[in-house]
């Protein structure tokens, strides 16, 4: 079990900056990958950025260049830094954390966190 909260998200200019943080807790050595994604009323949700065990990163191309996705070595926390924010970035957005057990694989979500771009 991974319980997932995420913290953050307000309401922010055009242009401006916000900082995403998740902190896992429970079974953090499961984790394989951790992500971020989000949600917007009436479509589904869709992958913004992850993060592997390795490190290895992948980004939506809509926020590539401003969007960064890190964490720390113990996969306690989950970040993702935006900038220069658009309204269309305005969405409740998850954090993601994609686990193994015996060869079961299994995701956990957090509640979500909600960010809204808007002058």
């Known amino acids: 079990q991974v319980e997932l909260v995420e913290s953050g998200g307000g309401l922010v200019q055009p242009g401006g900056s916000l900082k995403l943080s998740c902190i896992a807790s429970?079974?953090?050595?499961?984790?394989?990958?951790m992500g971020w994604y989000r949600q917007v009323p009436g479509k589904q949700r869709e992958l913004v950025a992850s993060?592997?065990?390795?490190?290895?990163?992948n980004y939506v191309d809509s926020v590539k260049g401003r969007f960064t996705i890190s964490r720390d070595a113990a996969w306690n926390t989950l970040y993702l830094q935006m900038n220069n924010l658009k309204p269309e970035d305005s969405a409740v957005y998850y954090c993601?954390?994609?686990?193994?057990?015996?060869?079961?694989?299994?995701?956990?979500w957090g509640q979500g966190t909600q960010v809204t771009v808007s002058s």
């Open positions: 429970g079974s953090v050595y499961r984790i394989k990958g």
């Open positions: 993601n954390a994609d686990t193994e057990r015996h060869g079961v694989r299994r995701a956990y």
């Open positions: 993060i592997s065990n390795g490190g290895a990163t």
